[in-house]
């Protein structure tokens, strides 16, 4: 069966190779990228997504979504991480396509509303859009399949945070919205650090999906030279973790993944803002602001070897087309 999906995304390097394995991979339907802030601005991610449906000829809408936080102040583009134009600095062409003219967030009500009990929302940067459509018609609570979130770190395996001590970055980019996106009453899955730094790319296996993978290969390879001389230089590791493609692995296949369940919250200010907690025991408390709220799915643990070879297939598959 396939899965409509709405991805929500900032692309961004690990995100393009989640839009391209949504793209690849037969049981899932990728229906648009909406666009968010967040490992570039919203203008240079929208054309960076513009850019990857023009020249791999995706059939997909383009919305570009909103460029800052609810509340927050912004905190900036990962430059460090992504470079100055989302890909890697290779050389990108402006594309001779538009996005389609809604901000994201009516596109997501509007697309919603049309098919309800459909579509699976999929977001793997800040949950800005999200939190605005829900905002917005929060009767679309009830019209979605399910949410799927890149982000958060909730300790498993010691994975604590990435951009602070205790936050990961698309949580930390806007953690209000994240607390009204977890706290809706949707079903809501969280692939975060827990299991993201659980799977690893190493150099050989970008090497590979370069020289099995066509012309889809090679432009992986070629956006990931800077990332990977980050994580080099940042970790002292050869490859770089699995994040965004994790997103899209638990929609095709959630079986890859251990989930745990209960209400989870986030941290809206102070030194530990963006960190996400979630209350997974019955324990009764005297003041509990967790309780009341829908019990998530948090992912714990991954099969990460089956996840690789789900992806290789996916891409390799798509490449020889
Ligand atoms: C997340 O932050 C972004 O830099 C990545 O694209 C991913 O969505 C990892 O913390
Ligand atoms: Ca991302």
């Known amino acids: 069966m396939t899965t409509k999906i709405i991805l929500d995304t900032d692309p961004g390097i690990d995100d393009a190779m989640a839009i391209l394995f949504a793209e690849a991979?037969?049981?899932?339907?990728?229906?648009?990228?909406?666009?968010i802030f967040g490992n570039a601005?919203?203008?240079?991610?929208?054309?960076?997504?513009?850019?990857?449906?023009?020249?791999?000829?995706?059939?997909?809408?383009v919305v570009k979504g909103t460029d800052k936080p609810l509340y927050r102040e912004p905190v900036g583009a990962s430059v460090a991480v992504h470079s100055e134009n989302g890909f890697g600095g290779i050389a990108i062409e402006?594309?001779?396509?538009?996005?389609?003219?809604?901000?994201?967030?009516q596109y997501i009500i509007d697309t919603v509303?049309?098919?309800?009990?459909?579509?699976?929302?999929?977001?793997?940067g800040p949950l800005t859009n999200l939190a605005l459509a829900y905002n917005h018609a929060p009767e679309i609570a009830e019209l979605i399949k399910e949410v799927v979130?890149?982000?958060?770190?909730?300790?498993?395996?010691?994975?604590?945070?990435?951009?602070?001590?205790?936050?990961?970055?698309?949580?930390?980019?806007?953690?209000?919205?994240?607390?009204?996106?977890?706290?809706?009453?949707?079903?809501?899955?969280?692939?975060?650090?827990?299991v993201t730094h659980e799977a690893f790319f190493s150099s050989d296996y970008i090497d590979t999906l370069r020289d099995t993978c066509g012309e889809v290969g090679q432009f992986m390879w070629d956006i990931s030279r800077f990332y990977?001389?980050?994580?080099?230089?940042?970790?002292?590791?050869n490859g770089c973790f699995v994040h965004d493609p994790s997103a899209?692995?638990?929609?095709?296949?959630?079986?890859?993944?251990?989930?745990?369940?209960?209400?989870?919250?986030?941290?809206?200010d102070g030194p530990a803002v963006g960190h996400t907690l979630q209350k997974y025991t019955d324990t009764k408390h005297k003041t509990d602001e967790w309780s009341d709220m829908p019990a998530q799915n948090v992912a714990i643990k991954v099969n990460d070897q089956a996840l690789l070879d789900l992806y290789l297939d996916s891409m390799t598959s798509y490449g020889a087309e």
Request: aromatic share 8%; charged share 20%; proline share 8%.
């Open 94 to 105: 402006t594309p001779t396509i538009t996005a389609d003219p809604r901000p994201a967030f």
């Open 248 to 268: 899209i692995a638990y929609v095709i296949d959630p079986s890859l993944f251990t989930l745990r369940k209960g209400p989870v919250r986030v941290v809206c």
């Open 25 to 35: 991979n037969p049981n899932i339907e990728l229906l648009a990228l909406t666009t």
């Open 149 to 194: 979130i890149m982000g958060g770190a909730f300790g498993t395996h010691e994975h604590t945070g990435n951009v602070t001590p205790f936050a990961e970055a698309n949580i930390h980019d806007d953690p209000h919205s994240a607390d009204i996106v977890f706290t809706a009453p949707w079903q809501v899955t969280i692939v975060g650090l827990d």
């Open 41 to 61: 601005d919203i203008e240079t991610g929208t054309r960076n997504a513009l850019y990857l449906k023009e020249r791999f000829n995706l059939q997909c809408d």
């Open 113 to 124: 509303k049309a098919s309800p009990g459909d579509v699976t929302l999929v977001a793997v």
């Open 228 to 237: 990977l001389n980050f994580y080099k230089e940042r970790m002292g590791v």
